[in-house]
């Protein structure tokens, strides 16, 4: 049994209850991004006092979220300290996915393990959002049960889907490949934990952020399903736009008077990179995993195929030459199916950057995380909401 | 004379010290917005108490920060609190503007009022940067002695220029119209305050933010003088970009096989709505103060230049659709050049938005600052850092 971090009124100041809370979280990110420490290495790192870092580490221990693991470097000069490590027994993160092909779910501790992890294949286009999210619940309840079994709290549960989520952070403004308009998803899931709906790319990108080795702490992440989206990441932090719509890459137009879209625009990037624009002009059918299809096509040689990555990947230089103007990110990461289709969509996509003078610092990268990222980013952002604010996080 | 602010050591971690700069900063802040204003208003205001208030407003006070106007509210009931108003006589932004065609400075004081102001109508196109900033500095000079008459003391120098300015705020990295190239202007201009130099786009879309009424804190915001420049307002804040290059609207592609253009790329916005272009397309040669020209046959009818008016709000409403999509602002604001030719650009514009299903929430606004936004930006931009940190502000 834990005790549980008192909470301050919400709305407080700037006192000294307001500097406790935010010290409670530097002491549980330091431990969590730097541990097994002692409290007199936290209090090195944080630049507090070794009296002041006991408090909050013992607050910390006792409320489960810190775990000693005995002393440290016996054989060292002095009383050895104990070491700290975030708890692999704590809150979880919960994240789901509604794919437009599959329904995923996965329990991740604090100390950023994958502990459990569910899903299915099934064709969602035009399915109705009741039954996919009743199916979508099953599999949280069998995740989080699966998780408390192993004495890990589920502290919330944040879901990707593959359209526009509006700022209230439960409404699905526009799904197109799934055919959701205005949907409050947050009626249909599990009520018991907090709840967080978002863009697959927006949860694509933040993966990228906190997961991938050397990732910059300034990039757009641009993903594909069906549709094409992106995500900015500025200082390390999502840009949401004002209504929670920004990132939609795939309605810039290319070409002003190209094909009409069903945005009601023209000439969209998703008229040339997108999956549909792709399999036209590669001449296959549409229907369930394209993606390996196209990429098989490819790599066997196949000149139809490649001829239709290659206007695809132009189309995408073309956007992205408007994008490294107006946002001058350090890199351009395509991740999602993109990257699985990187080896012939990056060379055309890259020459019209370089030949546009639009090539960021870094680069256009391929992301390691492919198509587990946004899964990954919807659990991980429950767990950084928790190291961010442990005393917001007691249920 | 004043006492100064006590500045703890830099890197100090959120300790009181931390927490007193961060209040010292709110009680400066509250009374800048609100005053004047009694104690126990700022303590009801920001949510400390009155004696913590006091310590802080007693600090204030001796630094030269604010002023006491006597008792407020005579007739009142209890005893009347003295009321506090930021000073008129302590701090003062100091703002300048290298402009293609004009040099400008003024004054700001705490209050935002501008209290000295000087400028001269130059070409500066094609002058070195040497003598430019000579003439800037003789400007800089007038207007600081002429403020410091008046019992203010110049807290910092903001210059805003026609370019690119790299994130070490000093280096113009790159202003086609003046032929700058990564010229170190900070060598070049007074060091006995310190100094920030800036995009003209940035410290436009900053007064917008500051000074218009009802301004959203999220907007996009496109001026042009010979070039075509946007600067991107999040949470009130600027999105600078990795380099510092974000806002480069003048080079988003809107005919990918369009016009060659200096900067590399074929298509790109400035070629269809930049002066040049517009200039061209209405027959008009280029000189000093051609906006004024082509509003003026605009108004008288000429069909010339309105249709190469109307060209140009179609090629800024194409540009704006991928802009919109990628951030979602919750407007676009027209500023500088831009704000005179409105009445002609805005309808084209507008039509392009609204065809590709990309109008901004609260729609396509046209700045009242017009062309003093970003020298009043720049001085704004000094005075906003004392406000925000006092204790950094005493040098």
């Given at each position: 049994m834990t005790a549980p971090l008192h909470r301050p009124r919400p709305g407080t100041p700037d006192t000294q209850q307001a500097m406790r809370r935010r010290n409670l979280s530097r002491v549980l990110h330091t431990v969590a991004a730097e541990g097994p420490l002692s409290r007199a290495a936290v209090a090195q790192h944080i630049g507090l006092t070794r009296a002041a870092v006991s408090t909050l580490v013992d607050e910390l221990t006792r409320a489960g979220f810190l775990e000693e693991l005995g002393p440290q470097r016996p054989g060292g000069v002095g009383r050895p300290g104990t070491a700290l490590t975030v708890s692999g027994r704590g809150p979880a993160g919960l994240g789901a996915e509604v794919g437009v092909d599959h329904l995923a779910v996965c329990a991740v501790d604090l100390r950023g393990a994958v502990r459990a992890r569910a899903q299915r294949r099934v064709d969602n286009r035009g399915r109705a959002p009741k039954p996919v999210l009743a199916e979508l619940t099953l599999l949280v309840r069998q995740v989080s049960a699966e998780a408390q079994a192993m004495g890990l709290r589920p502290a919330g549960l944040?879901?990707?889907?593959?359209?526009?989520?509006?700022r209230d952070t439960r409404t699905v403004v526009r799904a197109p490949n799934l055919d959701w308009h205005d949907t409050d998803v947050a009626?249909?899931?599990?009520?018991?934990?907090?709840?967080?709906?978002?863009?697959e790319a927006n949860f694509g990108a933040l993966a990228e952020l906190w997961l991938a080795d050397g990732a910059p702490a300034d990039f757009l992440h641009v993903s594909a399903e069906i549709g094409i989206?992106?995500?900015?990441?500025?200082?390390?932090?999502?840009?949401r736009g004002t209504r929670g719509f920004a990132g939609e890459l795939g309605h810039v137009p290319v070409r002003p008077e190209g094909p009409a879209c069903p945005c009601g625009g023209r000439g969209c990037l998703e008229q040339y990179a997108g999956e549909g624009a792709v399999l036209r002009a590669a001449g296959i059918?549409?229907?369930?995993?394209?993606?390996?299809?196209?990429?098989?096509?490819?790599?066997?040689?196949?000149?139809?195929?490649r001829k239709a990555l290659r206007g695809a990947g132009t189309a995408l230089g073309i956007a992205l030459t408007g994008a490294v103007n107006l946002l001058d990110p350090r890199a351009v990461v395509l991740g999602g199916a993109l990257s699985r289709l990187a080896p012939w969509?990056?060379?055309?996509?890259e020459k019209?950057?370089?030949?546009?003078?639009?090539?960021?610092?870094?680069g256009v990268l391929v992301s390691g995380l492919g198509p587990d990222g946004p899964l990954l980013g919807a659990a991980h952002s429950v767990v950084r909401g928790v190291l961010d604010d442990p005393v917001g996080a007691v249920g």
């Amino acid at each position: 049994m834990t005790a549980p971090l008192h909470r301050p009124r919400p709305g407080t100041p700037d006192t000294q209850q307001a500097m406790r809370r935010r010290n409670l979280s530097r002491v549980l990110h330091t431990v969590a991004a730097e541990g097994p420490l002692s409290r007199a290495a936290v209090a090195q790192h944080i630049g507090l006092t070794r009296a002041a870092v006991s408090t909050l580490v013992d607050e910390l221990t006792r409320a489960g979220f810190l775990e000693e693991l005995g002393p440290q470097r016996p054989g060292g000069v002095g009383r050895p300290g104990t070491a700290l490590t975030v708890s692999g027994r704590g809150p979880a993160g919960l994240g789901a996915e509604v794919g437009v092909d599959h329904l995923a779910v996965c329990a991740v501790d604090l100390r950023g393990a994958v502990r459990a992890r569910a899903q299915r294949r099934v064709d969602n286009r035009g399915r109705a959002p009741k039954p996919v999210l009743a199916e979508l619940t099953l599999l949280v309840r069998q995740v989080s049960a699966e998780a408390q079994a192993m004495g890990l709290r589920p502290a919330g549960l944040a879901v990707a889907v593959p359209g526009l989520v509006g700022r209230d952070t439960r409404t699905v403004v526009r799904a197109p490949n799934l055919d959701w308009h205005d949907t409050d998803v947050a009626t249909l899931l599990p009520s018991d934990v907090p709840l967080t709906v978002d863009n697959e790319a927006n949860f694509g990108a933040l993966a990228e952020l906190w997961l991938a080795d050397g990732a910059p702490a300034d990039f757009l992440h641009v993903s594909a399903e069906i549709g094409i989206g992106a995500a900015l990441v500025v200082d390390g932090q999502l840009l949401r736009g004002t209504r929670g719509f920004a990132g939609e890459l795939g309605h810039v137009p290319v070409r002003p008077e190209g094909p009409a879209c069903p945005c009601g625009g023209r000439g969209c990037l998703e008229q040339y990179a997108g999956e549909g624009a792709v399999l036209r002009a590669a001449g296959i059918a549409p229907g369930p995993d394209r993606v390996s299809l196209l990429a098989e096509r490819a790599a066997a040689g196949d000149a139809t195929t490649r001829k239709a990555l290659r206007g695809a990947g132009t189309a995408l230089g073309i956007a992205l030459t408007g994008a490294v103007n107006l946002l001058d990110p350090r890199a351009v990461v395509l991740g999602g199916a993109l990257s699985r289709l990187a080896p012939w969509l990056l060379p055309p996509l890259e020459k019209e950057l370089n030949r546009r003078r639009a090539a960021p610092a870094d680069g256009v990268l391929v992301s390691g995380l492919g198509p587990d990222g946004p899964l990954l980013g919807a659990a991980h952002s429950v767990v950084r909401g928790v190291l961010d604010d442990p005393v917001g996080a007691v249920g």
